[in-house]
C-alpha cells in the first residue's frame, strides 16, 4: 500500500485559490493512479478528480471542471490539485487516494489506499 500525506488546505475567501497537495511513500506511486475526493459536512464522499499514473488521463467532477486542475510529479511522489475560483460549496475535508492500477476511475471503491484529509474551508 502507498502511505499518503496531504497538505496545503486552508482557509480561503469565495473567489480564491489553493493548492493542496498530496506526497507518497511507496516507490509503486509512480504506477500508481490517483485521485482526489471530498467530504462535506453531513455528506457522502464525492470524486473529485483523478489522474493517470503518467498523467495520459485526467477526469474532473462536473462541479469543478474548468476550476480545479490535478496534476503529479512522479519524481516527488506528489500529485497536487489546484484549486481556482474557489466557492462556499467547495468547503470539505479534501482526501487523496491511490490506486493500485496506472488507469484512473472516478470511482472511490477502486482505490486502495487513502490519506488523512485535510480541510479546506471557503467562506462567502
Known amino acids: 500500500q502507498v502511505q499518503l500525506v496531504e497538505s496545503g488546505g486552508g482557509l480561503v475567501q469565495a473567489g480564491g485559490s489553493l493548492r493542496v497537495s498530496c506526497a507518497g511513500s511507496?516507490?509503486?506511486?509512480?504506477?500508481?493512479?490517483m485521485g482526489w475526493f471530498r467530504q462535506a459536512p453531513g455528506k457522502g464522499r464525492e470524486f473529485v478528480a483523478a489522474?493517470?499514473?503518467?498523467?495520459?488521463?485526467?477526469y474532473y467532477a462536473d462541479s469543478v471542471k474548468g476550476r480545479f486542475t490535478i496534476s503529479r510529479d512522479n519524481a516527488k511522489n506528489t500529485v497536487y490539485l489546484q484549486m481556482d475560483s474557489l466557492k462556499p460549496e467547495d468547503t470539505a475535508v479534501y482526501y487523496c487516494?491511490?490506486?493500485?492500477?496506472?488507469?484512473?476511475?472516478?470511482?472511490?471503491?477502486?482505490?486502495?489506499?487513502w490519506g488523512q484529509g485535510t480541510q479546506v474551508t471557503v467562506s462567502s
Open positions: 487516494a491511490a490506486r493500485s492500477s496506472p488507469f484512473a476511475t472516478m470511482a472511490a471503491a477502486d482505490f486502495g489506499s
Open positions: 511507496a516507490r509503486t506511486f509512480s504506477s500508481s493512479a
Open positions: 489522474i493517470s499514473s503518467r498523467s495520459s488521463s485526467i
